[in-house]
């Protein structure tokens, strides 16, 4: 009797460990695919950062050209 039922319990072992197995495959791959959108958003986050900061390097060099007083703006005075 306990060696009929140590045969059950092997057999049993099995669709459970296949069950197991597949859930922390399913859930490995969507860690990967998280992480994988991660670094497309870190990318587009930097894209975005480079960009900024050449508009404001730019809207700062317009700024120095117009408040920039020229020779014939000291003449007027």
Do not use: W
């Amino acid at each position: 009797m306990l060696v009929i039922l140590g045969i059950v319990a092997c057999v049993m072992c099995v669709p459970i460990t296949e069950i197991i197995t597949k859930h922390r495959r399913e859930a490995i791959k969507i860690k990967a695919e998280m992480i994988r959108d991660e670094i497309e958003l870190e990318k587009i986050k930097q894209q975005n950062f480079v960009i900024e900061t050449e508009k404001m390097k730019i809207e700062l060099e317009k700024m120095r050209l117009d408040y920039t007083p020229s020779g014939n703006d000291l003449l007027k005075l």
